[in-house]
Protein backbone atom coordinates (compact mmCIF):
# COMPACT_ATOMS: atom_id res chain seq x y z
CA UNK A 1 0.00 0.00 0.00
CA UNK A 2 2.92 2.14 1.11
CA UNK A 3 4.64 3.79 -2.89
CA UNK A 4 7.18 6.37 -2.82
CA UNK A 5 7.61 8.09 -6.19
CA UNK A 6 10.70 9.90 -6.68
CA UNK A 7 11.14 12.44 -10.10
CA UNK A 8 13.70 15.36 -10.98
CA UNK A 9 17.31 13.61 -11.63
CA UNK A 10 18.89 13.81 -14.49
CA UNK A 11 21.88 15.10 -16.14
CA UNK A 12 23.55 19.07 -14.58
CA UNK A 13 26.78 20.64 -15.31
CA UNK A 14 29.03 21.34 -11.87
CA UNK A 15 27.31 24.08 -10.11
CA UNK A 16 24.02 23.91 -11.32
CA UNK A 17 20.81 23.17 -9.61
CA UNK A 18 18.30 20.23 -9.53
CA UNK A 19 14.90 19.43 -7.63
CA UNK A 20 14.16 16.05 -6.58
CA UNK A 21 10.60 15.09 -5.40
CA UNK A 22 8.83 12.19 -3.68
CA UNK A 23 5.18 11.16 -3.80
CA UNK A 24 4.05 9.34 -0.90
CA UNK A 25 0.56 7.39 -0.82
CA UNK A 26 -1.23 5.06 1.26
CA UNK A 27 0.71 6.45 4.07
CA UNK A 28 -0.18 8.61 6.80
CA UNK A 29 2.43 10.98 6.00
CA UNK A 30 2.83 13.17 9.09
CA UNK A 31 3.42 10.62 11.29
CA UNK A 32 6.70 10.11 9.14
CA UNK A 33 10.43 11.13 9.39
CA UNK A 34 10.72 11.82 5.61
CA UNK A 35 14.24 11.40 3.65
CA UNK A 36 16.77 10.96 1.02
CA UNK A 37 20.02 9.03 0.56
CA UNK A 38 22.57 8.44 -1.87
CA UNK A 39 24.44 5.20 -2.93
CA UNK A 40 26.89 6.31 -5.77
CA UNK A 41 28.94 3.44 -7.54
CA UNK A 42 30.67 0.60 -4.86
CA UNK A 43 30.10 3.02 -2.15
CA UNK A 44 27.46 2.48 0.74
CA UNK A 45 23.87 4.02 1.15
CA UNK A 46 24.65 7.60 3.14
CA UNK A 47 22.06 9.76 3.98
CA UNK A 48 21.74 13.44 2.79
CA UNK A 49 18.65 15.17 4.90
CA UNK A 50 16.10 14.19 6.37
CA UNK A 51 13.12 16.03 7.48
CA UNK A 52 10.63 15.56 10.59
CA UNK A 53 7.92 17.27 11.98
CA UNK A 54 9.81 20.66 12.60
CA UNK A 55 13.47 19.86 12.07
CA UNK A 56 15.69 18.68 9.46
CA UNK A 57 19.50 17.27 9.25
CA UNK A 58 22.17 17.35 6.34
CA UNK A 59 25.24 15.66 5.67
CA UNK A 60 28.26 17.83 6.14
CA UNK A 61 29.00 17.41 2.47
CA UNK A 62 25.46 18.75 1.39
CA UNK A 63 25.25 21.48 4.01
CA UNK A 64 24.52 24.56 2.63
CA UNK A 65 24.02 23.30 -1.01
CA UNK A 66 21.02 21.08 -0.40
CA UNK A 67 17.73 22.13 1.15
CA UNK A 68 15.03 19.41 1.90
CA UNK A 69 11.32 20.34 2.54
CA UNK A 70 8.07 18.72 2.85
CA UNK A 71 4.21 19.50 1.67
CA UNK A 72 1.60 17.89 4.38
CA UNK A 73 -1.18 18.82 1.80
CA UNK A 74 0.70 17.00 -1.40
CA UNK A 75 2.01 14.72 0.53
CA UNK A 76 5.40 15.16 -1.05
CA UNK A 77 9.26 15.82 0.22
CA UNK A 78 11.64 17.86 -1.81
CA UNK A 79 15.28 17.91 -2.18
CA UNK A 80 16.74 21.25 -3.95
CA UNK A 81 20.04 20.72 -4.58
CA UNK A 82 22.22 23.77 -5.67
CA UNK A 83 26.03 24.33 -6.64
CA UNK A 84 26.02 20.32 -7.55
CA UNK A 85 29.47 18.82 -7.63
CA UNK A 86 30.64 15.72 -9.46
CA UNK A 87 30.86 14.03 -6.59
CA UNK A 88 27.33 14.15 -5.96
CA UNK A 89 26.34 11.92 -8.51
CA UNK A 90 24.64 9.26 -7.03
CA UNK A 91 21.58 7.85 -7.16
CA UNK A 92 19.33 9.01 -5.17
CA UNK A 93 16.27 7.67 -2.78
CA UNK A 94 13.40 8.96 -0.72
CA UNK A 95 12.80 7.40 2.08
CA UNK A 96 9.97 6.94 4.38
CA UNK A 97 10.10 6.09 8.00
CA UNK A 98 8.11 5.17 10.20
CA UNK A 99 9.24 6.17 13.90
CA UNK A 100 6.90 3.70 16.21
CA UNK A 101 8.52 0.39 14.95
CA UNK A 102 11.55 1.53 12.83
CA UNK A 103 9.55 0.65 9.62
CA UNK A 104 11.29 1.93 6.29
CA UNK A 105 10.01 1.89 2.61
CA UNK A 106 12.07 3.11 -0.06
CA UNK A 107 11.49 4.91 -3.78
CA UNK A 108 12.99 3.22 -6.81
CA UNK A 109 15.67 5.73 -6.60
CA UNK A 110 16.42 8.46 -9.59
CA UNK A 111 19.60 9.38 -11.44
CA UNK A 112 21.63 12.13 -10.86
CA UNK A 113 24.70 12.82 -12.44
CA UNK A 114 26.54 15.61 -12.67
CA UNK A 115 28.99 16.17 -14.86
CA UNK A 116 30.55 18.67 -17.27
Known amino acids: QVQLVESGGGLVQPGGSLRLSCGAS????????MGWYRQAPGKPRELVAE??????NYADSVKGRFTISRDYAKNTVNLQMNSLKPEDTAVYYC???????????WGQGTQVTVSS
Open 95 to 105: NAHRVVDRHDW
Open 26 to 33: GVTFSIYT
Open 51 to 56: ITRSRT
